[in-house]
């Protein structure tokens, strides 16, 4: 299944940043991570949907920072000194994804990356992008654009 | 000896409800011919002196559907194993006695702590994936799909074992693995049609058993998942 040649362009190596969240461990592709931040306050803005938390001053831009948690059906956790707000691009705009922390970076090869599981029919479910074994454990590989909805991503560039 | 009982009730009542369901249909299902060839006798329901009841043929019990896990199509016929004596796996989950043909096995995996990935926004049926030697394993909760009107969601915590299905990237989370049994076809009650529990091959009384036809399982289960692939990319 696993294809063990040299990077070619039938098999290119993808960088992939990941995180934690909930003793998980996930990750997005590189190009759409712009910087990751240390936890600062979060101003709450009024009437935002749930998935919002609220929005972060950076170097003068406001960001808007999605609870990735709540967006993963995953239960609410304590801000800790290893909380990140990961800055991606994503559907055309910038927004900060919050993470239980940031491990690394990965080079995963596009053979490696299996099909996640089909089985659910959550909304949640569509933005896995696959699995992968790496360092023994599992990868989690999330399709960012597919985090929220046109609708979403249209709503959240009001803020 | 605690777990024996718990294990011989279980199975006892689960067994009871299928012969219980089975016992009203036939109730309810008077044969005309009788009618026919006594027309001055006074007209009795009939009754359940027969001595074999074919219960696989007409069991269709009641699932709550939120916690079914899939609609699922009507099997119609045995599976192929079944024609000569097969050998068994036993194992236990949630207090049943489950059964499944060697043929149909992959390998037995060891549970251990954090072996399994849940993966976020999946059914509850859904435990997570386990890496294995052999590639990464999906894993099903076998409780939820075997006993749904009766789970608990706090058997989870004793899977013990996970039993990959041969051919495919399934694995069984179950509690206990026990010993392996020869059985021959006429030890079996056969179902035969097949709409709920398409999965469930027969039962085996002399072993306190339920059979399953990991095939109508696996395929129950891959053709959700290609049913959702393609709800997805639409």
Redesign the interface.
């Known amino acids: 299944?696993k294809n063990s040649s040299a990077q070619s362009s039938d098999d290119p190596v993808l960088q992939w940043v990941t995180f934690r969240l909930d003793d998980?461990t996930y990750g997005i592709n590189v190009m759409q991570v712009q910087e990751v931040l240390r936890y600062s306050e979060i101003a709450p803005v009024p009437g935002a949907p749930s998935y919002v938390l609220g929005i972060i001053n950076l170097r003068g831009n406001v960001v808007t920072v999605i609870d990735t948690r709540q967006r993963?059906?995953?239960p609410s956790a304590e801000i800790t000194d290893n909380t990140r707000i990961v800055i991606i691009e994503a559907d055309k705009q910038v927004v900060g994804i919050l993470v239980d922390s940031v491990a690394e970076v990965v080079y995963l090869r596009e053979s490696e990356i299996?099909t996640?599981?089909?089985?659910?029919?959550?909304?949640?479910?569509?933005f896995?992008q696959g699995?992968c074994?790496k360092n023994?454990?599992?990868l989690?590989l999330v399709e960012l654009e597919k985090m929220m909805s046109e609708q979403e991503w249209a709503e959240l560039d009001g803020f | 000896m605690m777990k024996t009982n718990k294990s011989q009730t279980a199975l006892q009542n689960y067994l009871d409800g299928l012969l219980q369901e089975a016992e009203i249909e036939q109730f309810n299902e008077p044969k005309p011919v009788m009618l026919e060839e006594k027309p001055l006798a006074p007209v009795l329901l009939p009754t359940f002196t027969t001595p074999k009841i074919v219960v696989e043929q007409q069991v269709e019990t009641k699932i709550d559907i939120e916690m079914q896990p899939e609609l699922q199509p009507v099997v119609d016929e045995k599976p192929a194993w079944s024609q000569q004596p097969f050998e068994c796996l036993l194992f236990d989950v949630a207090g049943l006695t489950l059964a499944v043909p060697l043929i149909c096995l992959g390998s037995i995996y060891q549970l251990s702590e954090d072996d399994i990935?849940?993966?976020?926004?999946?059914?509850e049926w859904?435990v997570g994936?386990m890496?294995t030697p052999a590639?990464?394993l999906?894993v099903l909760d076998t409780a939820r799909w075997v006993m749904p009107e009766r789970y608990n969601p706090e058997l989870r915590k004793d899977f013990s074992f996970v039993i990959s299905i041969d051919g495919h990237e399934w694995g069984l989370a179950v509690n206990q693995v026990r010993n392996s049994i020869l059985l021959r076809p006429d030890e079996v009650k056969w179902r035969l049609k097949r709409g709920q529990r398409a999965w469930l091959a027969g039962t085996v009384i002399e072993h306190m058993c339920a059979l399953l036809d990991v095939e109508a399982l696996a395929k129950l289960?891959t053709d959700?998942?290609?049913r959702?692939?393609v709800?997805?990319s639409l």
């Not at chain 2, 990935?117 to 059914?123: D, E, G, L, V, Y």
């Open positions: 299944m998980e993963f059906g995953l299996e996640a599981p089909n089985v659910g029919n959550d909304e949640a479910a569509k896995i699995v074994n023994g454990e599992l989690i | 990935t849940p993966i976020f926004a999946q059914p859904f994936i890496s590639g990464n999906k289960i959700k998942d290609k959702v692939t709800d997805k």
